[in-house]
């Protein structure tokens, strides 16, 4: 009788080893290159420009910054095997990602993601509460809160059980909404900026009327900011629509 270790492939296990790796590096790498130009941009090329900006007048702790990036690099792991379970999915036809842009329309890609981040949104404000939770903050959420006034390398600084949590929207979303390549390729780009802005320590978005309307709308440095320094406020990923219904908005 064949036990079921002897009837594992190890070949396969190992070329699937290889490449949650390297998906890891490629995710981790792609946010330290992303995250390093826009602080190198902001604070050091163009700091006298941005410097009326800048959220906080502390410099970070390079203690902070090693953990930030220490847990950074665990969240690129557990979002490369996130993407390659999300590819299986896609062999197996379990997903409604398709690739024939006229199976639906052209028009039908940017609404798809926008009902993507909408949906993304709602699922992180209801999930970012419930880790708010006293009995579950300090199992989940208390890692990221850890840097009370965040930088660049705070934007993928979560503990793995939140990683875990936030990267199972995925999965989930491709298998309910159908979403072409363009649109995927769109959403992860859109995920990755914006969890920069939002940790940057520095206010892009415009100022003036049209950036008090534009920011009443789209969660910026400055309202995420208040999450971290205020706590129990600004819970929404990309949208303040659920912080003013559910008045949660400082």
Known sequence: MISPIEELDFS??????ITILLLAIIVFLRYLIFSGAYHFFFFKLFKNTFQNRFLSKKKQKQKQLFKE???SAISGLI?????IF???LFTINATLIYEDVSKYSIWYIPISIFLFLFFQDTYYYWAHRWMHNPKVYKHLHL???KSIHTSVWTSFSFHPLETIL????????????????????AVLG???ISATINHAGVEVYPSGKFGKWFQSIFIGATHHDKHHTKFNYNYGLY????????????
Do not use: S
């Not at 396969?12 to 080893?17: E, I, K, R």
């Open 166 to 185: 936030q990267a199972l929207f995925l999965p989930l979303i491709i298998c309910i909404l159908p979403l072409h390549f363009y649109a995927i390729i």
């Open 12 to 17: 396969n296990v190992f070329a699937l080893t």
């Open 69 to 71: 990036i220490y847990w």
């Open 143 to 145: 890692v990221h809160h």
């Open 86 to 88: 999300c590819y299986y």
């Open 79 to 83: 979002f490369g095997i996130f993407m």
């Open 190 to 192: 859109i995920m990755t």
């Open 239 to 250: 949208f303040t629509f659920w912080d003013r219904l559910m008045k949660t908005e400082f």
